[in-house]
C-alpha cells in the first residue's frame, strides 16, 4: 500500500467513474484500475462494485476511502508545515467564498492581502456555505469565510466583522417617501424577495422577516443578489441587501431607494474558519488579521441610505402648459 493507491482510491470515490478518476490522477484508466485491483488483493476485501454504467463503492470501501482522504490530508499538512517553516508568507492558501459577500468584500480585500503578503498566491473558490465546509473537511480548502452561526466542532471559527443590512425599494414604494431611519415594525406585513434555498443569506433574511412580522413574496427565489437587484429596480418588491453589496465598485441601479435601520440593525457576522488541526494555523491568524483591517466606512450604510427620498412631482396643469408653449413659441 502506497499513498499513490490511496489517491487512486479517493479519486474512484469521488467521481464513481475509472475514466474520469484516472483523467483527474493523470494516469490511464487500465493503470488505475490495476492498481485498485492491487490494492483489493492487499487488503483482502472488495472495495468496489463494477457496473456496466458507474462504479459504487462497497461499504467497507466508503470506510477505506474515507480514511485515506484522512491520511493525504494529513501527509498535506506535513508538506505545508515544511513549507511554511522555509518561508512563512509564501505559498499556496485555498480560500472557500460564499456568492453573496464574495464578489463584494474581494475587490477591497485581496489588495490589502497582496500588499501584506507579496509572495502570497490566494487561490479563491465560490461556493455555497454547505459545500466550503464539505470541501474543508475533506481538506480540498484551507480557509473559508462563512456567515456565523457555524455548527461544524472540527473548524476553528475567527471573527472578522459584522455587516449590516438595508432594504432596497423601488423609487415608488411607499417606504421610500418615510422620514428618518427604518424600523423592523416598519416591514411589518411586507413581503421580501429573498434568494433560493442554499444560499446563508436567504436564512438570515428570513429570521428577519420573522422578527418583523415579514413574508416571503410568493413565486419568485432569486439565484444571485444581482437577480434581486435588478428585480426591486423592475418593481417586482423589496428586499435586504448587505452593505457591502451597495458599496463602489458595484455600480448603483436605476430606481433603487436604500434605507438605513434604525440601531440595532439586522446584519450578518462574518469570520474566517480553518480545520483545527490545520499545520497553517499561524499564518491563518495572520491572514484574517488582514482581512479584520476592512476600512469601517464599508460597513457603514450611511453613505448609501443618505440620498433624499423621491419627492412626488405634481402633475402639470393646462395654465402651466400653455405658458410653456407660449415662452417656446416667442423664441
Same mark, same amino acid.
Do not use: C, Q
Given at each position: 500500500m502506497n499513498l499513490r493507491d490511496l489517491h487512486y482510491l479517493v479519486a474512484l470515490a469521488e467521481h464513481r467513474h475509472f475514466g474520469h478518476a484516472a483523467e483527474a490522477c493523470f494516469v490511464s484508466q487500465p493503470t488505475l484500475s490495476t492498481q485498485i485491483k492491487k490494492l483489493e488483493d492487499e487488503l483482502g476485501v472488495a472495495l468496489v462494485e463494477?457496473? &456496466?454504467? /458507474?462504479? +459504487? +463503492?462497497?461499504?467497507? @470501501?466508503?470506510?477505506?476511502?474515507? *480514511?485515506?482522504?484522512e491520511v493525504l490530508n494529513e501527509v498535506e499538512q506535513i508538506r505545508a508545515v515544511a513549507r511554511r517553516t522555509r518561508d512563512p508568507e509564501s505559498g499556496t492558501v485555498r480560500l472557500g467564498i460564499f456568492p453573496t459577500l464574495g464578489p463584494y468584500l474581494l475587490p477591497h480585500s485581496v489588495p490589502m492581502v497582496r500588499e501584506a503578503f507579496p509572495k502570497l498566491e490566494l487561490l479563491l473558490v465560490e461556493e455555497k456555505t454547505e459545500t466550503i465546509v464539505r470541501l474543508l473537511r475533506e481538506g480540498k480548502l484551507d480557509a473559508g469565510i462563512l456567515a456565523l452561526p457555524l455548527h461544524e466542532d472540527s473548524l476553528h471559527v475567527e471573527y472578522l466583522f459584522e455587516e449590516p443590512f438595508v432594504l432596497a425599494v423601488p423609487q415608488s414604494h411607499h417606504l421610500a417617501h418615510k422620514q428618518g431611519q427604518l424600523k423592523l415594525a416598519d416591514l411589518s406585513h411586507e413581503s421580501l424577495l429573498l434568494l433560493e434555498d442554499g444560499h446563508c443569506l436567504r436564512d438570515q433574511a428570513l429570521e428577519v422577516c420573522h422578527l418583523a412580522g415579514a @413574508? =416571503? *413574496?410568493? @413565486?419568485? *427565489?432569486?439565484?444571485? +443578489? =444581482?437577480? +434581486?437587484?435588478q428585480m426591486v429596480s423592475a418593481e417586482v418588491g423589496i428586499t435586504l441587501l448587505p452593505t457591502l453589496a451597495v458599496k463602489p465598485p458595484v455600480a448603483p441601479s436605476g430606481n433603487l431607494h436604500l434605507i438605513?435601520? /434604525?440601531?440595532?440593525? &439586522?446584519s450578518r457576522r462574518l469570520?474566517?474558519?480553518w480545520r483545527k488541526s490545520s499545520a497553517m494555523h499561524g499564518f491563518l491568524l495572520k491572514l484574517a488579521a488582514v482581512f479584520k483591517r476592512l476600512p469601517p466606512e464599508l460597513l457603514d450604510p450611511r453613505s448609501v441610505t443618505a440620498t433624499p427620498a423621491p419627492s412626488v412631482v405634481a402633475p402639470r396643469t393646462k395654465a402651466a402648459k400653455s405658458t410653456r408653449a407660449a415662452r417656446s413659441g416667442d423664441a
Open positions: 463494477r457496473t &456496466p454504467r /458507474k462504479v +459504487l +463503492l462497497t461499504e467497507v @470501501g466508503r470506510e477505506i476511502a474515507d *480514511r485515506a482522504r @413574508g =416571503e *413574496r410568493n @413565486g419568485f *427565489r432569486a439565484t444571485s +443578489l =444581482e437577480t +434581486l437587484r438605513e435601520f /434604525k440601531h440595532p440593525a &439586522p469570520a474566517m474558519v
